[in-house]
Every structure is written in structure tokens, then in C-alpha cells.
């Protein structure tokens, strides 16, 4: 089982940037497939970014395509989220997730483990 802490929300101006980073206990970051997730007031969790276990496989929601990359350091048992040129239709509490799973999956409930999340607003 691992724990998830979810860190680096904050208020940004619109073109702005961010950095979230996810940190894991208890078991190591490198046994799982890693995901972000966002949810908007009054909309379903969405969503943003994977990560394959070793890092070497991507993939992105089209809308954050060019502007995010999530990375990865298995040795440090964290994985990050840079988000630049933010806009304020990405304002959302940000959540981190992880699968046991090898494939990249864009659906919440494929993921086994979820972060507190972390308030991202980008105003305009």
C-alpha cells in the first residue's frame, strides 16, 4: 500500500506557472503506474496526465497538451506535475493517483490510491 501527499497548489495569474509534486510512503513510487487527476467545483474528476512506471511512457488530456508535463524520480519516490502558461479554465483542487496496473489509463476508478489533493486557481 502506499500514501499519497499531494503539494504545490497556489493562485497564479493566467500565463503563469505551477509545480505540483506528489509524494509517496510506504511503498515505492516505481510499483505503480502514476496519474493526475482535477476536479472543478460542480464537475466530475477529470483526467490530466500519466506516467508508466518507468517514466519512459506519457500521455495527456488534449486540453493540457504543450503546457504540462508530468515527470517522474522513482529514487526520491515523488512525481511532479509542471504546469506552465496556465489559464483559468485549469482552476481545480489537483489530485495525484496511483494504479498497480502497467497501462496507461485516463479513468478515475482505474486508480487504486488517491493524494488529498491541492488547490490550483488561475485568475484571469
Do not use: H
Not at 511503498?27 to 467545483?41: E, I, K, L, N
Not at 496556465?86 to 496507461?104: F, H, I, N, Q, W
Amino acid at each position: 500500500q502506499v500514501q499519497l501527499v499531494d503539494s504545490g497548489g497556489g493562485l497564479v495569474q493566467a500565463g503563469g506557472s505551477l509545480r505540483l509534486s506528489c509524494a509517496a510512503s510506504g511503498r515505492t513510487v516505481s510499483s505503480y503506474t502514476m496519474g493526475w487527476f482535477r476536479q472543478a467545483p460542480g464537475k466530475e474528476r477529470e483526467f490530466v496526465a500519466v506516467i508508466g512506471r518507468t517514466g519512459g511512457n506519457t500521455d495527456y488530456t488534449d486540453s493540457v497538451k504543450g503546457r504540462f508535463t508530468i515527470s517522474r524520480e522513482n529514487a526520491k519516490n515523488t512525481v511532479t506535475l509542471q504546469m506552465n502558461n496556465l489559464k483559468p479554465e485549469d482552476t481545480a483542487v489537483y489530485y495525484c493517483a496511483a494504479r498497480v496496473g502497467s497501462l496507461l489509463k485516463r479513468t478515475a476508478n482505474n486508480y487504486d490510491y488517491w493524494g488529498q489533493g491541492t488547490q490550483v486557481t488561475v485568475s484571469s
